[in-house]
């Protein structure tokens, strides 16, 4: 089994920037894949980035040159640094961790980008 708990989301005006984490605990080194996912109200849940063991990225074209996820392997946690905000990446952002047989969630953290 696998924990995660995110942390960081709120309100912040267009243009802006948060930073959000996901504190990993449990059998983490089953985990191959550690990915962000965002859900706007209505619409289903999206991958936005993730990053595999070997440190490689990947990004949704809609956030790609303004995220960022990385990993503190130290601290057992997964980060997202996301600027220059637009209301369009409102939504409610989840991690989440794969390995061969399941996929792990966390409880998700809220992200309001409004003036």
């Known amino acids: 089994q696998v924990q995660l708990v995110e942390s960081g989301g709120g309100l912040v005006q267009p243009g802006g920037s948060l930073r959000l984490s996901c504190a990993a605990s449990?059998?983490?080194?089953?985990?191959?894949?550690m990915s962000w996912y965002r859900q706007a109200p209505g619409n289903q849940r999206d991958i936005i980035a993730n990053?595999?063991?070997?440190?490689?990225?990947n990004y949704a074209d809609s956030v790609k040159g303004r995220f960022t996820i990385s990993r503190d392997n130290s601290k057992n946690t997964l980060y997202l640094q996301m600027n220059s905000l637009k209301p369009e990446d409102t939504g409610v952002y989840y991690c989440?961790?794969?390995?061969?047989?399941?996929?792990?969630w966390g409880q998700g953290t809220q992200v309001t980008v409004s003036a």
């Open positions: 449990g059998n983490i080194a089953s985990i191959n894949i």
């Open positions: 990053i595999i063991v070997d440190g490689r990225t």
């Open positions: 989440a961790g794969r390995n061969l047989g399941d996929t792990y």
